[in-house]
């Protein structure tokens, strides 16, 4: 499947972003799909999963800030983010999963999205 992530920029702490990853090949409603993030000099890590019925997961240091969503019809997984800070800033990557449940580590998802960068910075 082709992923195609996009919505990254430039914002100042406290503003929000909206990502998107649109994919085709083939539908992947019935798989989890996951968005991480990757800062420089680090590793990449989970930021946020969700189910193909919906149930969410979340890293505890976006909790209560981030919403993760995606339109099965349209094939499409998002990720709404608010009250950005500057410890967000990173690569951002969507991500399937052959598994149907939220999976922390990157190695069992099989394909992945080129990156959008988000920068946080005042």
């Known amino acids: 499947v082709l992923l195609q992530a996009s919505g990254g920029g430039l914002v100042q702490p406290g503003d929000s972003l909206r990502l998107s990853c649109a994919a085709s090949?083939?539908?992947?409603?019935?798989?989890?799909m996951s968005w991480f993030r990757q800062a420089p000099g680090k590793q990449r890590e989970l930021v946020a999963g969700?189910?193909?019925?919906?149930?969410?997961k979340y890293a505890d240091s976006v909790e209560d800030r981030f919403t993760i969503s995606r339109d099965n019809a349209k094939n499409t997984l998002y990720l709404q983010m608010n009250n950005l800070k500057s410890e967000d800033t990173a690569v951002y990557y969507c991500a399937v999963t052959p598994e149907r449940r939220v999976v922390n580590a990157p190695r069992l998802y099989t394909d992945w999205g080129q990156g959008t960068q988000v920068t946080v910075s005042s």
């Open positions: 090949g083939r539908t992947v409603s019935s798989v989890a």
């Open positions: 969700i189910t193909s019925g919906g149930t969410a």
